[in-house]
């Protein structure tokens, strides 16, 4: 029996089988937990229907976190099949093209940097706000993902930096504001991965090149490897930890200079 069994668990963000939100899908289904999926668009509807049965889930429900009414409506569906919610994850983020190209202060603009804090920061505590009701008493668990580019300035990264600097103060403003409630709230920082979502980042594969020489554990990370964490902190194993964003990314974030 795996370790979330009877647990019920919201993923918000999957989108393909190559992502992190299906590795911690994939990790929590392994530990016995019962999923329940959302889709950002119809066009995403079908993949993320085969998604679902892959982990023996039939609730797949609409939903873009950008309009209030359909954060309200998914949960209101929800609650039509499960009487409470233990887990959600948050694995969303977005910002316009042109603003993650180029110099940052040549790129940014209002309506970027607005965008990028809505989608990849706000969402987080709507969506932890809109579950409220579902996880009252069940010692439950908010999950989000964030990037080691939330703390150091990174080529290219510009406004979603920002965003996931903001979307880590989130984590800890709504852990204090939800602990009395017994619901923890953590994040996972993960290194760099060959998904779907890294495809549009200019020279991804040097920065992989750049991990796998110079990171402790001399390699890149897999989705199966922070879903397996993930799993961990949405676990009552993790009942002690909250408010912290948690790296999986081989020990690159210990760096200062690399070797010489």
């Known amino acids: 029996m795996g370790f979330l069994q009877g647990k019920r668990a919201l993923i918000v963000g999957v989108a393909s089988n190559r992502s992190i939100a299906w590795g911690i899908a994939e990790a929590m289904h392994r530990q016995g937990a019962e999923l329940a999926f959302t889709y950002q668009t119809e066009k995403l509807k079908s ?5 679902a049965e892959q982990t023996g889930s039939d609730i797949v429900l609409p939903l873009d ?26 694995a969303v983020a977005y910002a316009p093209r042109e603003q993650i190209q180029g110099d940052y202060m040549d790129v940014v603009d209002r309506e970027g940097f607005r965008i990028a804090h809505d989608i990849s920061s706000y969402s987080f505590a709507a969506l932890g706000k809109a579950a409220r009701p579902l996880m009252k008493g069940r010692n439950g668990a908010l999950l989000t993902l964030s990037y080691l580019g939330a703390l150091r300035a990174l080529p290219g990264y510009n406004v979603m930096g920002l965003a996931k600097a903001s ?3 989130n984590v800890r403003y709504m852990a204090n504001s939800l602990g009395p409630e017994g619901t ?17 980042i200019g020279n991804f594969r040097r920065i992989l090149d750049h991990i796998t020489q110079t990171a ?3 390699r890149t990370i897999t989705t199966e490897e922070v879903g397996n964490v993930a799993a961990f902190l949405c676990s009552d194993l993790a009942s002690g930890v909250t408010g912290e964003i948690t790296y999986v ?7 200062g200079i690399p070797e010489l």
């Open 167 to 169: 979307l880590e103060a």
């Open 216 to 218: 402790p554990l001399r």
């Open 249 to 255: 990314d081989s020990g690159y974030s210990i760096l």
């Open 47 to 51: 993949r993320v229907d085969q998604i």
């Open 65 to 90: 976190v950008s309009y209030d009414d359909q954060i309200t409506g998914a949960f209101d569906a929800l609650a039509e099949r499960w009487d409470g919610l233990d887990i959600l994850v948050h």
């Open 184 to 200: 923890r709230v953590n994040g996972i920082s993960a290194g760099p991965i060959k998904t779907l979502a890294a495809a549009g």
